[in-house]
């Protein structure tokens, strides 16, 4: 069995188990959590519910201290490089990192060598090939109209945009949006989570665990939803059978849907 083979049937990642305690408290509890290769997740909770804990545990930031295991592709993780290289993870507190005055294209080249700002010394072991999926990546996001504008001078949710597309140059096999909405004004929101929708329902799009506290951010694309609570799973399954008017008091104390 090849391992494209083995990915095709073995989920993308597993927490078996996994807690992490931190100050005395325990902070993710007995957490499992299962994500096949063919979806893509939402992850809600309402803010201090673990889900900044899940994601440094899911990208190899953390490790789970108080007992469990996270597995990728059928292999327990204990090389924490390795797993990071496998996940890209998108947050507003990383866009800090670019170089205001740093091209688009530029900035989503330097994801083919997962570094901040593309170096000097990396340019010349970028191939035609590379600047082509580049360009690529940006059109799929319906943002190929920024390839040429300095980074800085965006709107954060063409930042965002460009953010997913320097991932996406790593071949990933699981993307994490953390609140990517967030700062967004109403109308940015929309036209971002549009775009997305149509990303996400490619085919061949890596997998996609989208972070929010948001119920109305949940796509049709995202088949999946994870509810956190206190660090514990409050609920888990397809997203039309987890979402529902009891999810919405119990957890996030919203009033009930209207009928």
């Known amino acids: 069995m090849t391992a494209t083979d083995a990915m095709a049937i073995e989920p993308l990642l597993e927490f078996r188990q996994v807690s992490y305690e931190a100050g005395g408290r325990r902070i993710i509890d007995h957490l499992n959590w299962t994500l096949e290769a063919g979806q893509h997740w939402a992850l809600l909770g309402p803010n201090g519910s673990g889900k900044t804990t899940l994601l440094r545990l899911a990208t190899g930031y953390l490790w789970p201290n108080a007992g469990g295991a996270i597995w990728r592709c059928g ?35 330097s994801g ?68 990517p909405c967030a700062g967004l004004d109403p109308g940015g929101r929309e036209r971002f989570l549009a775009d997305l929708e149509v990303w996400l329902s490619e085919s061949m799009a890596p997998r996609v665990v989208f972070i929010t506290h948001h119920v109305e951010e949940i796509l049709p694309a995202m088949t999946h939803t994870m509810v956190l609570s206190q660090g514990r799973v409050a609920r888990c399954g397809r997203s039309e059978e987890v979402i529902d008017a009891a999810l919405l008091e119990g957890t996030f104390q919203a009033p009930p849907l209207p009928h």
């Open 75 to 109: 292999e327990r993780c204990l090389d924490l490089r390795k797993l990071r290289t496998s996940i890209g993870w998108v947050a507003s507190h990383l866009l800090a990192a670019v170089p205001p005055s740093e091209v688009v294209t530029d900035t989503v080249l």
């Open 112 to 179: 083919r060598f997962a570094e901040w700002g593309l170096r000097p010394f990396s340019r010349p072991l970028l191939s035609a090939h590379d600047r082509e999926r580049a360009d690529e990546e940006l059109r799929r996001l319906g943002a190929e109209s920024l390839a040429s504008r300095p980074f800085g001078v965006l709107s954060q949710g063409e930042q965002q945009k460009v953010m997913i597309a320097r991932a996406r140059m790593a071949d990933p096999l699981l993307i994490l949006l953390d609140e």
